[in-house]
């Protein structure tokens, strides 16, 4: 069988902010249709990578280094270009409009579908509704008014609506707890289905790996190990390093 051209490609990526390097080197590939999770400690650059694949570093951060997205190099392309042509990043801050509901959270999810003059933008409101029916239940409450979990579920809701071809999840399961966070990934890994690719970022080895086709470990700006989740699942260094203390699986 042919081999696919991998989703995104990336390649010798450097990332400094000013005379820090906070990410150095990486070279990482997502296929099509795979779940691919970059775990790692606090300030490992996790967030720094998604940000500068995105082209959302802050001012004071500058990238080095090859990104190829569905065959096109997108490193000197501005967000805006990025995210039309299917990239999204749901970033760990979950930006999410308070005052407004979470219906309209969604719709708006689907505004560039709909200044393109796709008449049929609101098209994944149903399947996002499947998915979360959560979110159905309460689709005319206030966004600030949800829980941590339901407010994770509205983000990765809402960036669904752009029919994402990658789908970068920044720590979706920051601050929440054991079951919810089970729920969320049980979500992640059914989008599978939908064959979108996913980049996700964690700080929970176990729940990322234990949902992914292939891993990579990053420390200090620099990955140290990468492999198939499975493996890396049980490799000793990960197990001691990431997955050692946690007894109970989520
Ligand atoms: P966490 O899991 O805590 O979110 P992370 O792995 O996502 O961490 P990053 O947020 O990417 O790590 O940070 C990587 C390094 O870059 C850190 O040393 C951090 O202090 C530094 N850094 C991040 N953003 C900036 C910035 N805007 N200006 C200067 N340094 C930054």
């Given at each position: 069988?042919?081999?696919?051209?991998?989703?995104?490609?990336?390649?010798?990526?450097?990332?400094?902010?000013?005379?820090?390097?906070?990410?150095?080197?990486?070279?990482?590939?997502?296929?099509?249709?795979?779940?691919?999770?970059?775990?790692?400690?606090?300030?490992?650059?996790?967030?720094?990578?998604?940000?500068?694949?995105?082209?959302?570093?802050?001012?004071?951060?500058?990238?080095?280094?090859?990104?190829?997205?569905?065959?096109?190099?997108?490193?000197?392309?501005?967000?805006?270009?990025?995210?039309?042509?299917?990239?999204?990043?749901?970033?760990?801050?979950?930006?999410?409009?308070?005052?407004?509901?979470?219906?309209?959270?969604?719709?708006?999810g689907a505004y560039r579908r709909?200044?393109?003059?796709?008449?049929?933008?609101?098209?994944?409101?149903?399947?996002?509704?499947?998915?979360?029916?959560?979110?159905?239940?309460?689709?005319?409450?206030?966004?600030g008014t949800l829980s941590g979990?339901?407010?994770?579920?509205?983000?990765?809701?809402?960036?669904?609506?752009?029919?994402?071809?990658?789908?970068?999840?920044?720590?979706?399961?920051?601050?929440?707890?054991?079951?919810?966070?089970?729920?969320?990934?049980?979500?992640?890994?059914?989008?599978?289905?939908?064959?979108?690719?996913?980049?996700?970022?964690?700080?929970?080895?176990?729940?990322?790996?234990?949902?992914?086709?292939?891993?990579?470990?990053?420390?200090?700006?620099?990955?140290?190990?990468?492999?198939?989740?499975?493996?890396?699942?049980?490799?000793?260094?990960?197990?001691?390093?990431?997955?050692?203390?946690?007894?109970?699986?989520?």
């Open positions: 069988m042919q081999k696919s051209v991998p989703i995104l490609q990336v390649d010798g990526l450097s990332v400094r902010y000013g005379k820090v390097e906070a990410l150095h080197s990486a070279t990482l590939t997502v296929g099509a249709g795979q779940i691919v999770s970059v775990i790692g400690p606090n300030g490992a650059g996790k967030s720094t990578l998604l940000n500068a694949i995105m082209g959302a570093l802050p001012q004071t951060g500058s990238s080095n280094g090859v990104i190829r997205y569905l065959d096109e190099d997108v490193a000197a392309l501005p967000i805006e270009r990025r995210v039309s042509r299917g990239m999204c990043l749901v970033p760990e801050r979950r930006e999410l409009f308070a005052s407004m509901s979470v219906e309209d959270n969604l719709v708006l709909k200044r393109a003059g796709e008449r049929s933008f609101l098209d994944q409101l149903e399947p996002v509704f499947r998915l979360f029916p959560r979110l159905k239940e309460r689709r005319r409450q206030a966004a979990g339901e407010r994770q579920m509205l983000a990765v809701g809402r960036a669904l609506m752009a029919k994402p071809k990658l789908l970068m999840l920044d720590e979706p399961s920051l601050g929440l707890a054991p079951l919810i966070v089970k729920e969320i990934f049980h979500i992640v890994s059914a989008l599978r289905e939908t064959g979108v690719a996913i980049l996700l970022i964690e700080q929970n080895a176990r729940a990322a790996l234990q949902i992914s086709d292939f891993g990579y470990v990053l420390e200090t700006g620099e990955f140290a190990l990468k492999g198939p989740a499975q493996d890396l699942q049980h490799n000793p260094q990960v197990i001691e390093t990431y997955l050692g203390l946690v007894k109970k699986a989520v």
